[in-house]
């Protein structure tokens, strides 16, 4: 919402997508991909005007490379 309130919300959406790649940047070779995590969970509080909305996105994600990684860990 800070973001949105100084400047378009396009801008609010690209600047915390990247925000959120970097934050996440210890991943390597994974950051353009977060970036598109970061456009998708952001679209999504956009679109719905919640964070739980994100929030439940992110943890569904987070359950999937989970469920993925104890999968490849048989």
């Known amino acids: 919402p ?3 309130r100084v ?7 690209v600047a915390s ?5 970097l934050a996440h940047a210890h991943y390597g070779p994974y ?5 598109g995590v970061g456009l ?3 679209w999504a509080r956009l679109a ?12 569904t994600f987070n359950g999937a490379q989970l469920l ?3 999968y490849a860990a048989k």
């Open 31 to 35: 950051l353009l991909a977060l970036l």
């Open 7 to 13: 400047r378009t919300p396009v801008f609010a959406l």
């Open 2 to 4: 800070f973001l949105e």
């Open 40 to 42: 998708t969970l952001g």
């Open 68 to 70: 993925l990684a104890l």
């Open 48 to 59: 719905s005007g919640r964070l739980a909305a994100s929030m439940l996105l992110h943890a």
């Open 17 to 21: 997508s990247l925000l959120f790649a």
